[in-house]
């Protein structure tokens, strides 16, 4: 799984990267979000949260649509990875 360079998350502490892409994004509006992610330890493992803010509705709702879905992809797929590796 690829991140954006130099993103290295650390358990407790939020990390975040914007997302521009200005008005050549096609479909999209002008998008200009970040997204940040936080790991947490719980009692029965660790927790991953993801804020995305930025979404400008109506005007990038194509790409908070499309987004959303690839969110759902990304965090199912990590839930297999962890299980793989426990």
């Known amino acids: 799984m690829s991140q954006p360079s130099g993103i290295t998350p650390k358990p407790d502490r939020p990390?975040?990267?914007r997302k521009g892409g200005g008005e050549a994004n096609i479909g999209y509006g002008a998008l200009d979000t970040a997204v940040t992610?936080?790991?947490?330890?719980?009692?029965?493992g660790t927790r991953l949260r993801m804020f995305h803010p930025g979404f400008q509705l109506p005007h990038t709702e194509m790409a908070y649509g499309n987004m959303s879905d690839g969110r759902i992809g990304v965090?199912?797929?990590i839930s297999e990875v962890t299980k793989e590796a426990a």
């Open 37 to 44: 992610l936080t790991l947490e330890q719980v009692e029965d």
């Open 15 to 17: 990390t975040s990267f």
């Open 75 to 77: 965090i199912a797929r």
